[in-house]
């Protein structure tokens, strides 16, 4: 039965995911079902993508409407989702001008592609480099593998983009060693690092890279493909610290379900982009992009309010638990150190127990849909809890 399914995708399908032995057939808000019928209650949301849940009925309609009328144009013409999902994110972050990509790495291609334009042009070609924090996930491709700042993935792909270096994580010295070492075009950072074990920047870390930022004339760029969208209870990670990127990266959450990225581009660097300069076949997706226009349309003020509320509920509740080292995280971005289990072992119970969760490196980490109903969310820490 379930055999079938996992044998032909472990012979045919490239091997490069340990896949957990559950083949998902169906869901319905936060519970998803396996081929036998078997109920769990989903804390991963597919890696912080299906923000409300599996087949929600408010982003479902307006996939659908979109895909029976118009699924493909190409960016040789206008269409309608693409140009009022722009206007909607310039709305809410005061941003300028988005590009639209398919993936958290083509965001970040494009926000890298920027920075070096911009530099170019503003500072000389010199000004290349882009620093990148050490323990930072910033995407698969052969020049985010170069951004991202953990030498285990690096080690089969040389060489890999040339011009990036990795700073401290909350270590501002560093950053400024490296600004004054390197010839620098821009800082890209995540708020807080996600496949890096759901580590936090504080927010006086963020405040004092934004200001030598300005001070060295470097973009300030900040990762959001995972933070992004309401996660951790504001629209945008970066917006807790009251910071003012140049550029935002953006992905996961904001699709629900289908792909895209998207690279925002502030006021310094609106104009970097010329006709030819970037682009995409699949970018900007009408039906990707309707998608998406419904799942901004919710993250209102009381959705973020709630995000932070059973955000903090977790914190509290997993925090007092004995055999729980540590918790860390935001809103519905939680991490959480076991003191004695391995995570993949507390995953591995839950999973038994009905409940999905991931990990992050030495971490459990929790990524429920922001609209996760409060009693599936006690009964999986109740779960966990146990699992722990
Ligand atoms: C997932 C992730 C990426 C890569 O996104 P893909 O869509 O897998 O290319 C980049 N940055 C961060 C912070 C991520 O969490």
């Not at 995911?17 to 057939?25: D, N």
């Not at 070609?125 to 991202?148: D, M, P, Q, V, W």
């Not at 800082?187 to 004092?208: H, N, P, S, T, W």
């Not at 982009?273 to 039906?287: A, I, K, L, Q, R």
């Amino acid at each position: 039965m379930s055999g079938r399914i996992q044998q032909l995708d472990q012979t045919f399908v490239a091997n490069t995911y340990g896949r957990f032995p559950v083949t998902l057939v169906r869901g319905n808000g936060s519970l998803v079902y396996d081929e036998s019928g078997k109920e769990y209650i989903d804390m991963g949301s597919g890696i912080a993508v299906t923000s409300f849940g599996i087949a929600d009925g408010v982003w479902t309609d307006a996939v659908v409407s979109q895909l029976k009328v118009l699924q493909h144009t190409s960016n040789l013409y206008y269409t309608e989702p693409c140009a009022i999902l722009a206007e909607k994110l310039c709305q809410l972050t005061g941003m300028k001008k988005v590009f639209f990509g398919n993936s958290g790495a083509e965001a970040n291609e494009c926000a890298i592609k920027a920075a070096r334009k911009w530099a170019a042009e503003n500072k000389g070609a010199e000004y290349s480099t882009i620093i990148t924090l050490k323990n930072s996930f910033h995407g698969r491709t052969l020049t985010t593998l170069a951004a991202t700042g953990q030498e285990h993935y690096h080690e089969l792909y040389q060489p890999l983009t040339p011009g990036f270096v990795h700073a401290a994580p909350n270590d501002l010295a560093d950053m400024e060693r490296l600004l004054d070492e390197e010839k620098v075009a821009g800082i890209l950072v995540e708020c807080i690092q996600g496949e890096g074990g759901v580590c936090v920047m504080e927010d006086a870390y963020l405040q004092g890279v934004e200001r030598l930022a300005r001070e060295k004339n470097v973009l300030l760029m900040v990762d959001e493909v995972q933070t992004g969208n309401g996660r951790t209870g504001d629209l945008y990670a970066y917006m807790h610290a009251g910071i003012h990127p140049d550029v935002v990266s953006t992905a996961k959450g904001l699709g629900g379900g289908l792909p895209i990225g998207a690279c925002m581009l502030g006021e310094r660097v609106e104009h970097v982009f010329g006709h030819g300069d970037h682009g995409s076949t699949f970018g900007g997706n009408p039906v990707a992009c309707a998608g998406a226009v419904s799942i901004v349309n919710r993250l209102d003020k009381q959705l973020l309010s709630e995000v932070r509320n059973k955000g903090d509920y977790l914190l509290k509740r997993l925090s007092s638990h004995p055999r729980v080292a540590s918790v860390s995280g935001r809103g519905l971005m939680i991490g959480i150190l076991p003191r004695e289990k391995r995570a993949g072992e507390v995953v591995g119970t839950c999973m038994d127990n009905g409940v999905l969760c991931l990990t992050a490196k030495d971490r459990v980490r929790l990524l429920p849909a922001l609209n996760i109903p409060e009693k599936l969310l006690e009964k999986a820490c109740d779960v966990l809890m146990e699992a722990l």
